[in-house]
């Protein structure tokens, strides 16, 4: 099989998995991305996220993580919800949450794409990765040209927003590798404007993750700290707002994935029950969910700093 028939079925076993989108960049080390996590890092913008300054070469590097590796697949995975929580006032949870832990759907996808290869190619070496390891995956998705990567820090894909999940297959399989895209953020400022705690530059195209709503509701363990009390605008866990303000969100359409529709009970939530949830609707509403990350105590403790 040539270059371009494997190329051919990749694309082709991407769609067939219900990715919405793929992309292809040639497996080197990223020169100039490395030098812009150096920076955010030296600055102390992953707040205690440690593990962001660990195998940093495996992260700015594909042929470091993964021996002999010659291309690096990109594949988008929309979990844009048709629905929204009923009650306005209730405690709000991103978007993402609502249904299965998409690690899980997506792996599996992951594992079957590779099968599918062998199958088809013969022997494939390689690794499937979901938001799991040392990926630098929206610069991966830039460069593959599935998008631009906005001044929220977010990949924009100019025909369906941002409402995806990213995924990597990276092969040892020579592909023939996609061109980027130009950034269409233009002049709009939208997300920085929006984002209650001033989480993203005056500039954009840099986050300050220590000061994003989504890293103190999941990745904080400690207490939030007091001077971003009433700053939150009600997210318990995660955050949607540079996303809901951005105008390429328009083109968002609701995700084919039955895997990531909500529990019946979770939309329809007041206020009231958020605030006296117990650990057993705790564990029936999130049972495969990715809000068990923040676990019980942590999801507590987002809704207790929210109450004014």
């Excluded at 371009?4 to 991305?33: D, H, N, P, W």
């Excluded at 006032?89 to 062998?118: Q, S």
């Excluded at 070496?125 to 998705?141: I, K, M, N």
């Excluded at 999940?165 to 269409?184: M, N, Q, R, S, V």
Aim: aromatic share 12%; net charge neutral.
């Amino acid at each position: 099989m040539n270059i371009q028939s494997r190329t051919q079925l990749v694309k082709e076993t991407a769609y067939s998995l219900g990715f919405e989108f793929v992309g292809i960049a040639k497996a080197e080390k990223m020169e100039e991305e490395s030098r812009n996590l150096e920076k955010w890092l030296k600055n102390g913008m992953h707040g205690k996220l440690q593990y962001m300054e660990n195998h940093f070469e495996k992260r700015t590097d594909p042929t470091k993580l993964v021996e002999g590796s010659k291309s690096v697949i990109t594949l988008l995975y929309n979990y844009f919800p048709e629905e929204q929580q009923e009650d306005p006032t209730a405690p709000k949870l991103a978007k993402y949450a609502y249904g299965k832990d998409y690690h899980f759907v997506i792996k599996d996808k992951l594992k079957t794409f590779l099968e599918i290869l062998r199958t088809e190619i013969g022997e494939v070496d390689g690794r499937c990765f979901v938001d799991s390891a040392p990926v630098l995956e929206r610069d991966w998705a830039k460069r593959s040209g599935l998008g631009w990567i906005g001044k929220n820090t977010l990949l924009i894909h100019p025909k369906r927003g941002s409402f995806f999940f990213l995924a990597e297959l990276i092969l040892d399989l020579e592909l023939e590798p996609d061109g980027p895209i130009k950034d269409y953020c233009g002049r709009c400022t939208r997300c920085i404007d929006a984002c209650p705690t001033e989480a993203i530059s005056p500039e954009g195209y840099i986050l300050d993750g220590s000061k994003c709503i989504s890293y103190f509701t999941i990745e904080l363990k400690e207490s939030i700290p007091e001077s971003y009390k009433g700053k939150f605008e009600d997210w318990m866990f995660g955050c949607d707002i540079c996303q809901d303000v951005c105008p390429w969100n328009r083109f968002s359409k609701k995700h084919n994935e039955p895997e990531f529709d909500p529990h019946p009970d979770l939309l329809k939530m007041k206020k009231e029950d958020w605030e006296e949830i117990t650990k057993e609707v705790f564990q029936k509403i999130f049972k495969k969910s990715a809000v068990k990350r923040t676990k019980f105590e942590g999801l507590k403790r987002n809704i207790d700093f929210l109450k004014k």
